[in-house]
Structures are given as C-alpha cells and as structure tokens.
C-alpha cells in the first residue's frame, strides 16, 4: 500500500505559484526525501499532505484515506515535526509529550511508557522535568520529536529535522528516525542538507520552483547525473597518453602521478586497462572509478537555465 499518494497539487500564493502540478508517490517501509532548493515549494507541499492547507487542486490519500475528507484518520497514522517544530515553552519536556499522547488517545499507562522511553531515546531525560523555556533549539527539536513519535505513527512526516542543529542532536535526530523505519514507519522527510538525504534515503524527490524534476533512488539520481565518468589509475612506471588509444575512450588527462580516462562505460574502460597491463607488463599501483555526488545531481536538477 502506498503511505502518500498525492496526485497534481496545486497551490498559488496570489501570483506566486507556488506548487505547480506536484505528483508523489511514497511506498510503505521507505524513507522518502523531498529536496530542493529556497523557496522550491516543499514546506507548501508538506503542508498540503499533512491536511493544514488545501490545494488549488489535486489530491492527497494517506494510507488510502483522503487527507481532505477524513483527516482524522490520516492524521491518527502521521506524526507531523513542522519546520522550526512547536512545542509548548511554559510545559516541561515530560508534559509537552504527555499531551500530545492525549490528543492521540493514548491510555494513562501507555502514555507514561512511551512518553519516557521515547525521551530517554532521544537523550532528554535527565531534563525531562525541566521547562522547554530553558532548552536549547537541538532540544526542543528533539522534544518536538518526541512528541510526533510518541504514539508510533506509521508516517512520520519531517521538514527540514536538522536545520540549525548541533551534531549531538542532530546525530539524535538521525537515529531516531532510521529507528522508526525500521520499526515499520514510512518517513517523508524535506532537507537541504544532500549529504544527510544520501545517506538516509532510499529515494529522493527534488523540487525546483514549484514542480518536481526527478525522482529517484539516491544511486541512480547520481548515475544519471555522473558526467564525470573516469577510471582513475596509476601503474608502476610512466606510459605515455598514446597507450589509451581506444574505441570508447574520449580522453586521457594526466592527474600528478595518476591518469584519468574518461569514457562512457567504465566497466569497458576497467577491462581495456587489465589487457593493457598485461600486453606493456605494467604493475597496478592502483585504480578507483569516479565517486559521483547526489550534489552534483542536484545542481544540475536546480540550476537556472
Ligand atoms: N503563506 C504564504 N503566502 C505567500 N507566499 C507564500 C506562502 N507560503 C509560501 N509562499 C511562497 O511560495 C513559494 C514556495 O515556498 P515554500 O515555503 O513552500 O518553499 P520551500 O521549498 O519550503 O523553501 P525553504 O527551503 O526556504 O523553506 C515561495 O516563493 C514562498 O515565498
């Protein structure tokens, strides 16, 4: 079953377009990032899929159920950590997270259980009984997940978790949320940080002034977008560039004491260097093929034309 299915939003800001026709389609048990750059339209998005603010025009079911017109249901299966996520400064940690455990119709008991131990995860229990006035911002984020998680949605939807955080609370935020996926919650997250959708994302969306540019998995956003396409090799005397002569290869470009060989199929180009070696008796010192970057991708999917 789908967890979001969201199906040409629109969404205008007097002229602002703000979102232009945004299909989305998130799978069960997948942790979805959705990236791009200011102003792109993500926070707009998420707002329209968590039911806060109703499109122009499309649609958006939450596990089958239309966010729209029974958004109790959809929001019973979603916890929701806004942008700069709320918390209530005048409660401690403990009661700002037994309360929305309430609002979620949690039993006393449960409440109580839950509501420790997701503290405990997410490092706040020594301050647990301590006023949010006085946490830092990583803190009340942290609280503010605590309180989205407490009753083990199976959506958990997150925009922009670690903007501004320090590593300690960011590295919490991170587990956390790869804790919840595992224990069987889709995870709809929105980050500029590409690194942090890289390593946490087994697909990404990328947005760019109000409509979606690709969706893909991280890998294969990066494959798409890799023009960079070497061999990177090094041999154990100097050849010069004219032994690279080969069907496929487009150029040879000498990088201090390595060479690197461009060319559009590297597992051929790996293969022709192998027969190299052994026709010019050369020795391997070593040999790595280019690493793309999802930031390289991203760029490309961003820039302006
Ligand atoms: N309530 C609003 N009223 C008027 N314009 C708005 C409103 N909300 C968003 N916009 C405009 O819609 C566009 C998309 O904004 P949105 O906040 O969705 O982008 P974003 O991708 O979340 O950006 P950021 O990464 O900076 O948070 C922007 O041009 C923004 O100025």
């Known amino acids: 079953m789908n967890a979001v299915l969201a199906e040409n939003l629109v969404k205008s800001f007097g002229d602002v377009r703000a979102v232009d026709n945004v299909s989305l389609?998130?799978?069960?048990?997948?942790?979805?990032?959705?990236?791009?750059?200011?102003?792109?339209?993500?926070t707009t998005?998420?707002?329209?899929?968590?039911?806060?603010?109703i499109p122009d025009f499309g649609d958006v079911k939450i596990f089958g159920t239309d966010i729209h017109k029974d958004p109790i249901t959809s929001k019973l299966n979603m916890g929701i950590i806004p942008e700069n996520g709320t918390v209530y400064a005048d409660l401690t940690a403990l009661q700002n997270v037994l309360l929305t455990a309430k609002f979620y119709g949690m039993k006393k008991n449960e409440r109580e259980m839950r509501a420790n131990e997701v503290l405990e995860n997410l490092g706040l229990s020594e301050r647990k009984n301590s006023l949010v006035r006085s946490f830092s911002k990583g803190m009340r984020q942290r609280v503010a997940i605590a309180a989205a998680i407490v009753h083990s949605p199976k959506l958990l939807i997150l925009d922009e978790p670690t903007t501004g955080l320090d590593v300690y609370s960011r590295r919490l935020v991170i587990d956390t949320v790869r804790e919840m996926n595992s224990k069987a919650s889709t995870i709809l997250l929105t980050t500029h940080n590409i690194e942090e959708a890289n390593a946490l994302c087994s697909k990404?969306?990328?947005?760019?002034?109000?409509?979606?540019?690709?969706?893909?998995?991280?890998?294969?956003?990066?494959?798409?977008?890799?023009?960079?396409?070497?061999?990177?090799?090094?041999?154990?005397?100097?050849?010069?560039?004219?032994?690279?002569?080969?069907?496929?290869?487009?150029?040879?470009?000498?990088?201090?004491?390595?060479?690197?060989?461009?060319?559009?199929?590297?597992?051929r180009t790996v293969k022709f260097l192998s027969a190299l070696a052994e026709r010019e008796k050369l020795k391997f010192v070593g040999i790595s093929t280019s690493n793309p970057s999802l930031e390289e991708a991203f760029v490309k999917l961003t820039e302006e034309d």
């Open 204 to 267: 990404v969306a990328v947005i760019n002034k109000g409509k979606i540019a690709a969706v893909e998995s991280p890998e294969k956003l990066k494959k798409t977008f890799d023009t960079s396409g070497y061999v990177e090799v090094s041999f154990d005397r100097n050849v010069s560039e004219e032994v690279f002569s080969y069907q496929g290869i487009e150029k040879a470009e000498k990088w201090g004491d390595k060479w690197r060989i461009y060319s559009d199929d590297p597992d």
């Open 45 to 53: 998005t998420i707002r329209m899929i968590t039911g806060v603010l």
């Open 25 to 42: 389609t998130i799978k069960e048990g997948e942790i979805f990032g959705f990236l791009g750059p200011n102003g792109a339209g993500k």
